[in-house]
């Protein structure tokens, strides 16, 4: 039988550069959670964005076994392959929809965000014109963080609409705090304080939407006050969260009582080894010389997988449970390392770009604070070219 290129890459791997997500740390992190804000609290698991990175129909999946009842995404695009999978929890999209879509949307059991009269005369159409009684929609409403929602202007008119839509049902209310990882910021209680108000507004009209949110999960961690009766943790699910401050000043997330724990693990094997004499130039520019005789290992792993640039000369890894940094440019496809002075270092060894090995550790957050970002980006940018392997 002759062979082909489809078959030789189905029995191999040519770029042994992958992410492991261990669903069993997901699962444990929703129950972290749930535990936290306790049983009359529903969560609603955020897996927008592919599940920030760790793969959005898996690990819904997962988390629909855990017992979460939401699931949050960003458009019909995301929600879609979750019913395909088929994912039965009330999925919820956060950042409202486009023209054209409603009937879809209506369809498919969705729950959409409204906050503009257009979304919410055209949904009413739809679900009158598929007889599914009265399809559930959340407002948004912009407390103060200027992206989506309604003000308290525009309220009035938004209630006026809502209650001539004879074919939805206000279900929910939410908001979206900017600042609720500072743990004394003046704008959350001033945000808080404009939700209230659109909560009295809607309240004297006769709407009383049986879900509210605000808390993601930042505020989850850090605001009981937040809470409602619904919450929409995304990061912290996945093993993170955003450093906390108070007067300038970080405070420990671990005083804040939740213990969650990364769920992806970023590996690769060195591809080749080098032994380089002292004031040898490496890498684009020569920016990386060494100092002394060096051996180098290369990682076939780069900035197209979504190593961060700003890791060149400044990061670091693990191998055979030594740090060994990274040195010289990250390239697109290659890395650099340096391994002199750790033992029996061999081609092929497996080396952690993000994660745990015997009590040493990389973090999102390590590579976010060298590269001046959040762990969210570091996590949303390992690219489609590096395959997930989920463990149960």
């Known amino acids: 039988m002759a062979t082909t290129a489809r078959g030789i890459l189905s029995r191999i791997s040519t770029r042994p550069t992958w992410a492991e997500v261990s669903l069993a740390t997901l699962r444990r992190n929703f129950r972290v959670l749930e535990e936290h804000v306790g049983g009359n609290v529903t969560i609603c698991a955020v897996v927008k964005a592919d599940a920030y990175g760790h793969g959005g129909v898996d690990c819904a999946v997962a988390l629909e076994a855990a ?3 939401w699931l949050g995404v960003t458009s019909l695009d995301e929600a879609i392959p979750l ?21 879809e949307i209506v369809g498919l059991g969705l729950t959409p965000t409204v906050w503009e009269p257009w979304q919410i005369e055209s949904l009413n159409r739809a679900s009158g014109k598929l007889g599914v009684g009265k399809h559930p929609v959340h407002l948004k409403v912009d407390s103060g963080m200027g992206r989506l929602g309604v003000g308290l202007q525009m309220l009035p008119r938004l209630i006026e609409i809502l209650k001539a839509a004879d074919h939805l049902s206000l279900e929910g209310l939410s908001t979206h705090l900017a600042c609720a990882e500072v743990l004394d910021a003046p704008s959350v209680q001033q945000q808080l304080k404009t939700f209230d108000e659109a909560r009295g507004l809607l309240r004297a009209a006769g709407l009383t939407p049986a879900l509210v949110h605000v808390a993601n ?31 300038g000043r970080e405070v420990s997330g671990s005083a804040l009582r939740v213990s969650v724990k990364p769920a992806l693990t970023w590996k690769t094997r060195i591809l080749a080894l080098r032994d380089m004499e002292a004031n040898q130039a ?24 979504g190593l961060n640039r700003a890791l060149s ?49 990389v973090s999102a957050q390590e590579h976010a604070d060298m590269a001046n970002t959040i762990a969210y980006e570091i996590l949303c940018a390992i690219s489609k070219r590096v395959p997930r392997r989920y463990t149960a």
């Open 67 to 69: 017992g979460a009842r």
């Open 83 to 103: 019913r395909e999978a088929p994912v039965r929890s009330r999925i919820l999209l956060m950042t409202g929809f486009w023209r054209g879509e409603e009937e």
């Open 217 to 247: 999960s930042s505020a989850v961690i850090s605001r009981r006050t937040t809470w409602n009766n619904m919450i929409r943790p995304g990061l912290a699910l996945y093993g993170y969260y955003l450093p906390f401050q108070r007067a």
């Open 282 to 305: 490496l890498g684009y520019g020569g920016t990386y010389v060494t100092k002394t005789p060096a051996r180098i290992a290369v990682l076939p792993v780069g900035y197209a997988d």
């Open 313 to 361: 000369s400044a990061g670091r890894v693990i191998v055979r449970d030594h740090y060994a940094p990274i040195i010289g440019l990250i390239s697109m496809d290659l890395t650099l390392i340096d391994v002199t002075g750790i033992a029996r270092v061999e081609v092929g060894d497996e080396v952690i770009l993000l994660g745990t090995s015997d009590g040493l550790t």
